[in-house]
Each structure stands twice: as C-alpha cells, then as structure tokens.
C-alpha cells in the first residue's frame, strides 16, 4: 500500500497570497504619507532616564498644589470610565481669567494647542513667521501644513528682533507665531511690540505663547476680544505643576477659535487633568509661593554663574541659558553623573555650545549650582574667548 503523503496542490489563494506578500515587502508599495510629513522635521526630546534632578526641561521641580493632590485621590475607578467632557471647565477657566467661555479653548497640553492653530489657518503656499531660537513645535507643526516657513534670526543678544521681524511680514503670512518668554533664551517680546505686530498684519493670527508668563508677569490676555487676531496660550505644566496631565489652554476672539476648536477632538483633554484644574485655579497662595521660589532661585543662580565667570543671557522664565562652549556635550555628561539632569541647546539657531538650566525650588536650585560649581571644576573649565 502507498502511504506517501500527498503534495497538496497550489491554488489561486496561495498565489494571491504570495503575490500580496512580495508587494508589502516593496518600500514602494506602501502607503506613502504626504509630502509635507516627509519633509517636516522631527523633535526627539532627551527623556530616557529621568529619574535624577530635573534641570532640564523647565518642568515644576516640586510638585502641584496639595489641593490638586487631594483631588486626585477622590478619583473613582468608574470616573476613569467617562468620557471626558471639557465645555464645563471651559467655562470656570474662562471666569477665572476673566473671559467669555467662546473665548477659551483647552487643550492637550499647548504642543496640541499649537498643533491646532496650524491645522485651522495654514494652507500649503501660506506663509508661517517665527523668531529664531524658539520653541521647535513651531517648526515640526507648520513644517507639516506648508513650505512657507520664515525664519528672523536673532542676533548674539539673543533678543527678540522687532523690527526685521516686523519687515519680514508680507500679504502671504497667515500665522505668526512668538514666545514670551522665549525658550530658550528667556527673553521677552513687550507687550506694545505684540500689538503692534497684530496691528501691522491684520490678515495673521498672531499667536502669543505665554507658557512662562508667571515668572515674568507682562502678558497680552487683557487684549484678548480688543484686539481681533490675537490668540494668547498659556499651560498648566510649568508654574501649576501639571505636566503630566497635558492641559493647556488658548485664549482668542471667539470666531476665530470657533475654527480651533472645529478641527480639534472633543475629547483631547484627559477627564483627570479637566477635573483637577479648578483646584489648581483656586490655590492661588501655593502658585504665589512657587513663582517667588522660582524668583529668588533665578537670582541666586545667576550671580553663581558670575561668580565661575560663565556667561549668561538675562532671562524672565523658570531657566536660565548659558554658554559652555566647545565642552558643552562633556558638561550635560558629567552633571548627569553627578545626578542633575541639563538641557544642551548647542543644536538650536545661534546657540553653539550653550546649555540651559531649570530653576526649581529652593533645595534643587541648591544642589544644581553645587553640582555645576564642582564640575566645571573638575574639567578645569575656563571661559571661551
């Protein structure tokens, strides 16, 4: 008896089959995504290891208020089960600051916020305004929606450049985008020269972000509904500690938000960070108390650098940016192996060999100029000519 086993035959669904395979294998085969999401740049944030002292990413170094920490151990499990709904504590930030409730937006942090804006006004061909060094969502977020990026360098002051900027606007910019303070230089753009630039492009969304607005004080909001193309954004995730919970907020002419918010999810806040809100709101005595933390560790700081004889660029936020020079790499190892986490800016437009520092409370800006004094020690560091 033959007991071979038989050669199972191929069919047309193996074929097929194999043939699909040979396809998907073809990098050319694959789905492509738009052109401007391959030549959009990409922000690789240094966040592996974070576990010593946080200098460097201009974070809370502490802690929220206690009043937001008693809050979250009321969350319920079946709270985490909700859809999060975020028109109600629109309208209790919109009180707190003063505005209308059409007039605020929240959103995922103020990444999401900025991500918004150029996905509401921008079309490929437009043309996007930013001041150069700044924050690198801007770039990674216009650069998706068009090639129209203009760029006005700052010069070794670091300043912000008015009036270059002010000429560099033209009939095709549709978005404006400036920090104040500026990351990560610390400078400040004047109110007045804010308005004036509003005044000056009527036909832009000139966006003000104020996310280190509480260590400097000076702020546009109060324009916000005067002033017609004006959008303010301010974040949770500094002064309030909230960073982890993604929760910023955008404050603008209510039609023109009326755009953000139509491309923007319904659910893009987390129900948590919604509900612990009111309660960072409302402790206004441990925000106070941690902005003249910040204050005070600002100034100490700065007259240590004096002191080593490092230069530093005056600065209004919760950081302070410093030149290293050629050693700036070997500087962020050392520190990170002495347990103090810096942020190297050496990659950002004008910012050779400079590295940034966070100020926190008391007990960390401490540790942090101890930390830097002995290890520009130990490198027989000297000041760049």
């Known amino acids: 008896m033959n007991t071979a ?6 069919t047309n669904v193996d074929i097929e089959m194999e043939r699909a395979r040979e396809v998907v294998s073809e990098d050319k085969a694959l789905p492509h995504p738009r052109q401007r999401v391959l030549e959009m740049p990409e922000y690789h944030p ?8 946080r200098l460097d990413f201009n974070e809370n170094t502490f802690a929220p208020s206690p009043k937001v920490i008693e809050r979250l151990r009321q969350t319920a499990a079946e709270d985490l089960t909700i859809y999060p709904e975020r028109q109600h504590f629109e309208v209790v930030v919109a009180g707190h600051f003063d505005l209308e409730p059409e007039q605020v937006l929240l959103t995922n942090g103020v990444d999401e916020a900025i991500h918004l804006l150029c996905a509401a006004f921008l079309e490929d061909g437009d043309e996007a305004l930013i001041s150069t060094p700044t924050f690198f969502m ?3 977020s216009i650069g998706m929606m068009t090639r129209g990026l203009k760029r006005v360098q700052a010069d070794a002051s670091l300043e912000f450049p008015f009036e270059r900027f002010l000429s560099a606007i033209t009939p095709r910019t549709k978005l404006i985008m400036v920090a104040s303070p500026n990351n990560p230089t610390g400078a400040v753009v004047s109110r007045a020269h804010l308005l004036d630039l509003c005044r000056a492009a009527p036909h832009a969304v000139v966006f003000v972000d104020e996310a280190y607005f509480h260590f400097h004080g000076e702020t546009t909001l109060g324009d916000v509904g005067q002033v017609q193309n004006l959008i303010v954004a301010r974040t949770f995730s500094k002064a309030y500690g909230l960073a982890n919970l993604r929760v910023g907020m955008l404050a603008g002419d209510a039609q023109l938000l009326g755009y953000v918010r139509k491309v923007s999810s319904p659910y893009n806040v987390n129900g948590v960070a919604l509900d612990v809100l009111p309660f960072a709101l409302e402790d206004r005595a441990y925000l106070d108390w941690y902005i003249a933390e910040v204050h005070a560790g600002r100034q100490r700081l700065t007259e240590a650098l004096d002191e080593m004889d490092v230069r530093y660029w005056p600065s209004q936020a919760n950081f302070v940016l410093f030149e ?3 050693r700036h790499k070997e500087l962020v190892s050392r520190m990170r192996e002495a347990g103090v986490l810096l942020r190297d800016r050496s990659a950002d437009p004008g910012c050779a060999g400079y590295v940034r520092m966070t100020i926190g409370i008391a007990d960390h800006v401490t540790r942090g100029i101890e930390a830097l004094r002995a290890t520009l020690k130990e490198m027989q560091w000297t000041r760049p000519q």
Not at 46 to 53: D, K, Q, V
């Open 5 to 10: 086993i038989p050669v199972r035959k191929e």
């Open 46 to 53: 240094p966040l592996a290891n974070r576990s010593l002292l």
């Open 138 to 140: 801007y770039d990674v």
């Open 324 to 326: 290293i020079g050629p």
